[in-house]
């Protein structure tokens, strides 16, 4: 069974900076992609970042240049640093998987979320 648990999410000030982070009930390595997504009520799922196992990664259109994802393999995570933070960012955070096992059926993963709020 696969799990992924998001942490450090908060209260954060315009302008300010929250460093997220996706631990995964198995290695990291074995998916075949990982990221983030957000949701708010207005905008609904929206694509945060993912990185795939070449390294290849895409940033959603509202957050290029301001936030930067990343493995650590040390500590299994997959991390999001997120800077010069804008009320806008404020949505529910989810962590993202994406396995592709050969002869069987893609199988996608999401962990419970967790919560960031930028205001002053």
């Known amino acids: 069974q696969v799990q992924l648990v998001e942490s450090g999410g908060g209260l954060v000030q315009p302008g300010g900076s929250l460093r997220l982070s996706c631990a995964a009930s198995?290695?990291?390595?074995?998916?075949?992609?990982m990221g983030w997504y957000r949701q708010t009520p207005g905008k609904g799922r929206e694509l945060v970042a993912t990185?795939?196992?070449?390294?290849?990664?895409k940033y959603g259109n509202s957050v290029k240049g301001r936030f930067i994802i990343s493995r650590d393999s040390a500590k299994n995570t997959i991390d999001l640093q997120m800077n010069s933070l804008n009320p806008e960012d404020t949505a529910h955070y989810y962590c993202?998987?994406?396995?592709?096992?050969?002869?069987?059926?893609?199988?996608?993963?999401w962990g419970p979320g967790t919560q960031v709020t930028v205001s002053s």
């Open positions: 993202y998987a994406v396995q592709r096992p050969k002869g069987w059926d893609i199988e996608r993963y």
């Open positions: 198995i290695s990291i390595f074995r998916f075949s992609l």
């Open positions: 990185m795939d196992l070449d390294s290849t990664i």
